[in-house]
């Protein structure tokens, strides 16, 4: 008891004074952040609901590649699916990450697969937060979650087992090392170039839409930062580790680095995004939504006024994204559908922080409201 007594227990005055502080806003945000976890989780959760887990997208061309890996020991260099006979040379990273759970775990491929996927998704949740919040602030960090859970392109990259999965949330941990590498010091070889080179890697033998992206975002950002020093190599060391990583491993597979002997390449694979979706052309708006490009807008702009730091990346992002999504105009007609996601990706986190500003411009005019109508009561 006398242990309790020395306890000095806050008083009315006080409690009230602490849920009206900051300390009562990070607590409705972390209610906020778990609100949105468990509707996003609960959705992804569907994955092991399948008859057969997962039973859509292009699961089975993988676990093919997957089995045989597992039964041989080593990586086919023969495609088996349209026929074989030919190269295999679709990047190994994300085949291997299942092949080498599912030795580990006895699980056959298929059902590794739509674990992993959920795994995925919830890391995707997790560097969407982290790289908002680094970029801005907390508060936009949890818009962007929000525009995230409903946006419908998302949902459908983060429920279907595929690469790209594992691409966009290596993508996105690449910039959030370029950004969280302080801006103010001289360049140096420090951990987060390291971790943004490996990170780079990774993407670069994940999935190749995706690596292609990521090199057209950094070789972007870089462009915008030549007269930084500085910034400009941050940018241009995972950009020279997606490229010499990729070329490698087309030199091993292919034994040549022109892409356009490629059939995607070749035949035009792909369907082209307009605003509204139709019998050939995928919807921007079916797609992302109809909020986030409004939003989208405020937050860019917002970051624009307050001189956000490294705010160029999320430019480079946005820019190099939307050109890769419409390259039909520039007559490549390349996988504009695929390119999308990561379009819808990029607006998601300046819509983010466009409902921060909505709510920080809200906040402080009820605030000075608040104010002058005290004002106005007393005597």
Not at 93 to 113: E, F, H, K, N, W
Not at 211 to 239: D, G, H, I, M
Request: with cysteine.
């Amino acid at each position: 008891m006398k242990m309790f007594e020395s306890i000095k227990w806050p008083n009315k005055a006080e409690i009230s004074d602490r849920l009206t502080s900051r300390d009562a806003a990070a607590l409705l945000r972390y209610a906020v952040i778990a609100a949105l976890f468990v509707l996003y989780v609960s959705y992804r959760l569907s994955v092991l609901r399948g008859y057969i887990i997962p039973t859509y997208g292009n699961t089975l061309y993988h676990v093919g590649i997957e089995r045989l890996t597992l039964e041989s020991g080593h990586y086919p260099t023969q495609e088996l699916s349209y026929n074989g006979g030919f190269p295999n040379f679709y990047v190994p990273a994300y085949r291997l990450l299942i092949a080498s759970q599912s030795l580990l775990s006895g699980l056959d491929p298929m059902v590794v697969s739509g674990l992993v996927t959920i795994l995925l998704a919830i890391a995707v949740f997790g560097v969407f937060y982290a790289f908002t919040k680094q970029l801005v602030h907390a508060g936009a960090a949890v818009g962007a979650l929000f525009f995230l859970t409903l946006s419908p392109e998302m949902t459908i990259f983060t429920i279907r087992a595929l690469p790209e999965l594992l691409g966009l949330f290596t993508f996105l941990l690449t910039l959030f090392f370029v950004m969280a590498n302080k801006t103010d010091v001289p360049f140096q070889f420090n951990v987060y170039v390291a971790l943004s080179v490996v990170a780079a890697a990774v993407t670069a033998l994940t999935h190749q839409i995706t690596l292609l992206t990521l090199a057209v975002v950094l070789a972007v950002y870089a462009l915008t930062q030549v007269k930084n020093r500085s910034e400009f190599l941050k940018a241009v060391c995972p950009l020279f580790a997606v490229l010499v990583a990729y070329g490698l491993w087309q030199l091993y597979s292919l034994h040549t680095l022109s892409i356009l002997g490629l059939a995607q390449v070749k035949y035009h694979e792909g369907t082209p995004v307009d605003f509204l979706a139709s019998e050939f052309r995928v919807g921007f708006f079916e797609r992302a939504g109809l909020i986030v490009l409004p939003f989208a807008f405020i937050g860019l702009g917002w970051l624009e006024r307050n001189k956000a730091n490294k705010r160029f990346l999320l430019y480079s992002w946005i820019l190099a994204s939307l050109l890769l999504t419409k390259n039909d105009l520039l007559g490549v007609n390349i996988f504009m559908d695929r390119f999308l996601t990561f379009f819808v990706g990029s607006l998601i986190i300046a819509a983010g922080i466009g409902a921060f500003a909505v709510l920080q411009f809200l906040d402080s005019h009820l605030l000075q409201a608040s104010r002058e109508s005290k004002v106005d009561k007393e005597p």
